[in-house]
């Protein structure tokens, strides 16, 4: 069965990886200052930044176009694909995936199947390159995913943000009110909580040293208990210096591991805010 792999734009997946697995990306829009852009075609993250520093008002997210989804699987059916893994940011922070599996069933001459990651950002694409990666050797639907489930599984993360306006405006921190009043003064490390798979504020640290120091605490206290090769990595909002130094600290700590810098992009970035971090890490899919 030829089987393709689609993600969106949130994945933040390199140019070689896209082009090497032969990965359809789907952008995901925003609006800012009024003005609605696709993320990754027609405006580059930089540039994001910059507007968003600038912006009197809070830009807010949107979803792709039904009718353009179907279209992309009507086309992958026509480029003689049977069926079709469509890999999404999580369903607690977008209707996106819920959505297409709405429409999955309707969709003739292609099985469309809807999954979610649970997640977004570069730890999403892991996902959907290890995917491609199975389907390329041939496994069958079933197989591919049960071995994303595995991999999801081993995904964990936490979130350093300066602000957190943007998330409580936007109703995506499902515990706001812990930080209400205290918004100024702390440094907050949010997570995806492992039963509601919703973002949550799980810890206030006082300063962005401190709040990193824990993250690497809690990533130590996992690490201890993994019996698998792990890849970290270290993820920033226009912040890429810090990010380096964030990283050669760490590979100074972990010589043996994988890390590697990503990014939030404009609608990730459009709930963190700019100078937000990660850290993140998963079961290795190279390994």
């Not at 609006?31 to 520093?53: C, P, Q, R």
Request: net charge negative; charged share 25%; glycine share 6%.
């Amino acid at each position: 069965m030829k089987i393709a792999v689609v993600t969106d734009s949130t994945s933040y997946l390199p140019e070689e990886l896209i082009q090497k697995y032969d990965i359809r990306v789907v952008p995901i829009p925003f609006i800012l200052n009024e003005k609605t852009y696709e993320e990754g075609v027609d405006i580059t993250t930089e540039e994001f930044y910059s507007l968003l520093a600038q912006s009197p008002e809070l830009p807010s997210t949107s979803q792709p176009p039904l009718g353009e989804m179907i279209s992309l699987y009507e086309d992958l059916r026509d480029e003689g694909y049977e069926a079709v893994i469509s890999i999404h940011l999580a369903a607690t922070i977008s209707g996106l995936v819920g959505n297409l599996q709405n429409i999955a069933s309707q969709i003739e001459g292609i099985k469309v199947i809807p999954y979610d990651s649970g997640i977004t950002v570069r730890l999403m694409g892991e996902l959907a390159v290890a995917a491609a990666q199975d389907a390329a050797k041939g496994m069958d639907i079933d197989s591919i995913v049960a071995h994303l489930d595995e991999l999801r599984s081993t995904v964990d993360e936490y979130f350093l943000v300066d602000d957190l306006q943007n998330l409580v405006k936007g109703g995506r921190l499902s515990n706001a009110s812990a930080f209400i009043g205290t918004m100024l003064k702390i440094k907050p490390i949010l997570t995806f909580d492992d039963d509601t798979n919703k973002i949550v504020a799980f810890d206030k640290v006082r300063s962005m040293k401190r709040a990193k120091k824990r993250v690497e605490s809690l990533f130590i206290e996992q690490l201890e208990k993994t019996d698998y090769p792990v890849h970290l990595f270290v993820i920033h909002a226009n912040n890429e210096k810090a990010a380096n130094e964030w990283r050669d600290s760490l590979q100074e700590q972990f010589p043996n591991l994988r890390i590697s810098v990503t990014y939030f992009g404009p609608v990730i970035g459009c709930h963190l805010g700019e100078k937000a971090m990660a850290l993140g890490w998963m079961r290795d899919i190279e390994e």
